[in-house]
């Protein structure tokens, strides 16, 4: 009887104490999550006076990663010597906007290396993890970089190769999403143009006539658009320009003006005017989006002949949107962003041939848009020399749109970069980056890679005007989103036919509006001439002292001039109809097209 009553006993300590010690672990971990709360908050404080607000757990990640791997960053390195292909790539700050909307950064920019950190969930929705996706560029800016360092590394050895007096074609593009600092690093670089340029020139008086110099040679700018199909001269009050091609094949544009300039300030004065006139509009993306492609040429003639001795193009290219930047956006927008989605990827195809071109007769597509067409001799040049400068927002709302500018330039130069460790469990496990061509795949793009890979373009084929309907293989699947005017990443057969006549459409709406308003232009000439005609018609049957006059040859000219006033309104009105069923035929494509990627 006593045993159990003190073994009664003893079990009544051992559940007392049970209890007391989860009671005691239960108020542990309330503490431990208040001691959380408080860190984080903390945490959260610091972050918003280091200017990077947003998500606590994935900046921690970040700031883990980076950590590790900052000692893999090399020192940029100057170079005298500039590759026929340069790719570069330039990080901008996080501005106040991202800010406001507590937008953490999420691209490391470790030079020559450029990485973009993805914040992911697990399936359960609630654990957190970064993928990272890497990519190797000749030169790699940080946001502590100056517009300076980017321009000696990139711009500055062009300024030598212009001025040699070969002949020599130097271009200068600056590429990325609208909003992501193109304009900013292609201004300061105009600028320092103007520097450089008036003092090599006047360095090298003397050097003889093999060189440019201040007394063989004379500066003249040109500095048009490319808007809407239109090209348009942004020094001659937005003039709209013809672009013709002689009988040497050789590209003019008809009616562009060139500015002689006598120094730096006068070329800068000539520079600021043309940026004053370009056209830019608000998008969802940004509000003072640039929508043309701004084209500043620095040419260098000789004095006594005038000839061409080098030429130096800097391209500010309009800023390029994905689907979701455009599906509230209304015609003129959506025809905008059609058309420059169409020219950048018409690009990228001559940087390509022009870098993997080995012979003499390889192909360069710079008939596929007006934008290389206008920069024929870019391409084609045996003494052509390129220089594209990638800008990216550090925004993680912006990580897709970095990621496609990235592939942009990564295709165009065809760099392979292996990912390596990134320190996170997850990432060595699940996210290990793969070689594919010369794209680097990350786990959320292997959901696209089960698909059979089609074929790609062969070298002589002419690349496609609408950018749905090229033949893209594998890797490019996930690119389209830089280039197409509407949605992307629907496979399915009746939504691609949609967006693919959504595409043909827009592109046929510049040629119908084209030949609308020149046959609206030439009605209106024609009536202004039949009215002169009236007018004597009438005259000379009213006249005080006309005595007698021919009645039926005045009703039978007054039929024939309303007959062909009929006949001109006719054609307008036809004309105008069936431009605006393709108007109509647009607004219900992209309303369809809208309403299937929201699925």
């Known amino acids: 009887m006593g045993g159990s009553r003190r073994s009664s006993v003893n079990g009544k300590d051992q559940t007392r104490v049970a209890i007391e010690r989860m009671e005691a672990e239960r108020e542990a971990r309330r503490q431990a999550m208040k001691d959380r709360k408080i860190e984080r908050a903390e945490e959260e404080q610091r972050n918003l006076a280091a200017g990077n607000p947003g998500d606590v757990d994935f900046i921690g990640l970040v700031r883990k990663w980076r950590d590790t791997n900052y000692d893999t960053a090399q020192p940029l390195k100057s170079s005298k010597t500039h590759p026929k292909i340069c790719i570069c790539v330039r990080k901008r700050p996080v501005n106040e906007k991202e800010r406001k909307r507590r937008d953490h950064d999420s691209v490391t920019s470790l030079h020559p290396n450029i990485w973009v950190h993805s914040a992911k ?351 893209i293989d594998e890797d490019e699947q996930t690119e389209v989103d830089t280039y197409e005017s509407s949605i992307t990443g629907d496979s399915d057969r009746e939504n691609s036919m949609d967006l693919a006549e959504l595409n043909e459409t827009v592109q046929s709406l510049f040629e119908e509006e084209e030949s609308l308003l020149n046959l609206h232009m030439s009605v209106i000439q024609e009536n202004a001439d039949l009215l002169t005609e009236e007018g004597r018609l009438l005259q000379s049957v009213q006249g005080e002292d006309l005595v007698d006059y021919n009645i039926d040859q005045y009703a039978s000219q007054l039929c024939n001039i309303l007959d062909r006033k009929t006949h001109l309104i006719s054609l307008l009105r036809d004309k105008l109809n069936t431009f605006r069923q393709s108007l109509r035929r647009e607004e219900e494509l992209s309303r369809k097209v809208g309403y299937l990627a929201e699925y």
Do not use: W
């Open 121 to 471: 969930l697990r399936v359960d929705g609630i654990t957190k993890y970064l993928d990272h996706s890497s990519f190797r560029f000749d030169y790699a800016f940080d946001e502590c970089c100056t517009t300076e360092d980017v321009y000696k590394n990139t711009t500055m050895p062009l300024i030598d190769f212009v001025c040699s007096g070969k002949g020599g074609r130097a271009t200068v593009f600056a590429y990325g999403q609208t909003g992501s600092g193109k304009t900013h690093t292609m201004g300061g670089i105009q600028k320092m143009v103007g520097e450089d340029i008036f003092l090599l020139l006047s360095e090298l008086h003397g050097a003889g006539d093999k060189c440019c110099n201040a007394q063989n040679t004379f500066v003249t700018v040109t500095f048009f658009e490319l808007y809407g199909g239109q090209i348009q001269d942004l020094l001659n009050n937005r003039h709209r320009l013809k672009l013709l091609e002689d009988g040497k094949g050789e590209v003019v544009i008809s009616g562009l003006e060139e500015f002689e300039a006598n120094d730096t300030d006068e070329l800068m004065g000539l520079i600021d005017a043309g940026n004053r006139n370009r056209t830019t509009h608000a998008t969802e993306a940004n509000d003072t989006s640039s929508r043309s492609h701004a084209i500043c040429q620095i040419l260098l003639r000789d004095k006594s002949n005038s000839r061409l001795r080098g030429k130096l193009s800097l391209v500010d290219l309009a800023g390029s949107e994905r689907g979701g930047d455009t599906k509230s956006h209304n015609r003129q927008r959506r025809t905008e962003s059609s058309e420059i989605n169409k020219s950048l990827l018409a690009l990228k195809e001559c940087i390509r041939a022009l870098d993997n071109g080995r012979t003499a007769n390889a192909h360069v597509p710079y008939r596929a848009s007006k934008l290389t067409l206008i920069l024929k001799d870019c391409f084609t040049s045996n003494l052509a020399r390129t220089t594209m400068i990638a800008t990216v927002s550090p925004g993680a709302s912006s990580a897709d749109h970095t990621i496609n500018t990235l592939r942009y330039a990564d295709r165009i130069k065809e760099n392979k970069v292996s990912d390596k460790s990134c320190g996170d469990e997850t990432s060595k496990q699940k996210a290990q980056v793969k070689r594919s061509g010369s794209k680097i795949t990350s786990r959320s793009d292997r959901c696209e890679s089960n698909s059979p890979p089609q074929s790609p373009p062969k070298s002589g084929e002419r690349a496609n005007s609408n950018p749905l309907l090229r033949n």
